[in-house]
Nanobody, 121 residues
Framework: QVQLVESGGGLVQAGGSLRLSCAAS????????MGWFRQAPGKEREFVAS????????YYADFVKGRFTISRVNAKNTMYLQMNNLKPEDTAVYYC??????????????WGQGTQVSVSS
């Protein structure tokens, strides 16, 4: 059993930055891979980034274009998504997930409740 809680979302202007956090509890944090997804109104949930459990290998969606950085601090049981140079099209609910580094939602076993990110022009 793994519980995930996202935080750090909010409303920012285009070009601004946000740092999302995902706090994990239940099982050993370092033992599983994790990722970030996002979902805009009326659209399917899409992959943003992921990171492996021990080696910390990272993966990014093409639309990130070097603007986002995923990281984890296992001693704090926390994963982060640093988002810089935000664009209006980044507006979505962002979800933390655990169990895979793959880019499809069905590969993940655990999900947080989501945190809203809104970017104005």
């Amino acid at each position: 059993q793994v519980q995930l809680v996202e935080s750090g979302g909010g409303l920012v202007q285009a070009g601004g930055s946000l740092r999302l956090s995902c706090a994990a509890s239940g099982r050993t944090f370092s033992s599983y891979a994790m990722g970030w997804f996002r979902q805009a109104p009326g659209k399917e949930r899409e992959f943003v980034a992921s990171i492996s459990g021990r080696a910390g290998i990272t993966y990014y969606a093409d639309f990130v274009k070097g603007r986002f950085t995923i990281s984890r601090v296992n001693a704090k049981n926390t994963m982060y998504l640093q988002m810089n140079n935000l664009k209006p099209e980044d507006t979505a609910v962002y979800y933390c997930a655990a169990g895979s580094t793959r880019m499809v939602p069905r590969e993940y076993d655990y999900w947080g409740q989501g945190t809203q990110v809104s970017v104005s022009s």
